[in-house]
Structures are given as structure tokens and as C-alpha cells.
């Protein structure tokens, strides 16, 4: 089993930047594809971003050239660098932990309680 917990929120401007941190539990983290994804008010949870295993990524339009995952297997970390903030990249941020990298909330396993990320206009 896995617990994860979310880091690095808050509020910034449109332009901004923020990395948000994922801290895993457990020693099994590195068997773990894990991923990003954001839920906004009034919407449904939608991908941001994952990573393998073995470093492979996957991003969302959206989020294309704007945001980076990566992760550190040694400190159980994974991180989403975010820069150029939007409006409406407000959301709260949700890490999950999953057998294979894939853009499906479904497929993951575990997840964290999420962390609130406002940009401001």
C-alpha cells in the first residue's frame, strides 16, 4: 500500500510559477507509474500529468510546454513544475499512484488529499 501526501499550493499570479511535491510512503514506490490531476469547482477530475516507471510522460494539452512531472525514486517524490500560471489552471491538485502510466483517474490505485492551487487574474 501507498500513502501519498501533496505539498506546494497556494496562490500566485497568472505568470507565476509553483512546484508541487508528492511524498510517497512505503519502499515500493519506484513499481509505482504516477500521476497529476486537478479537479476545478462545479468539474470533473481531469489529468494533468504522469510518469513511468522508467521516466516516460504523459501530459495534458493544456498543460503542454507549461508543466513538467518528474520524480526522485531515492526521496519517494514526484513533482509537477508548473510556470505561465492561467486562471484556469485553479484547481485542487491530486497525486496518484498507479501500476501503469495512463491519463484514466480509474486506473489509479492510490491517491492524496489534494492540494489547493489559486491563480489569480
Known amino acids: 500500500q501507498v500513502q501519498l501526501i501533496e505539498s506546494g499550493g497556494g496562490l500566485v499570479q497568472a505568470g507565476g510559477s509553483l512546484r508541487l511535491s508528492c511524498a510517497a510512503s512505503?519502499?515500493?514506490?519506484?513499481?509505482?507509474?504516477m500521476g497529476w490531476f486537478r479537479q476545478a469547482p462545479g468539474k470533473e477530475r481531469e489529468f494533468v500529468a504522469a510518469?513511468?516507471?522508467?521516466?516516460?510522460?504523459l501530459y495534458a494539452d493544456s498543460v503542454k510546454g507549461r508543466f513538467t512531472i518528474s520524480r526522485d525514486n531515492a526521496e519517494n517524490t514526484v513533482y509537477l513544475q508548473m510556470i505561465s500560471l492561467k486562471p484556469e489552471d485553479t484547481a485542487v491538485y491530486y497525486c496518484?499512484?498507479?501500476?501503469?502510466?495512463?491519463?484514466?483517474?480509474?486506473?489509479?490505485?492510490?491517491w492524496g488529499p489534494g492540494t489547493q492551487v489559486t491563480v489569480s487574474s
Open positions: 496518484a499512484a498507479g501500476t501503469y502510466i495512463n491519463t484514466q483517474r480509474n486506473l489509479y490505485e492510490y
Open positions: 512505503g519502499r515500493t514506490f519506484s513499481r509505482y507509474a
Open positions: 510518469i513511468s516507471r522508467g521516466g516516460n510522460t
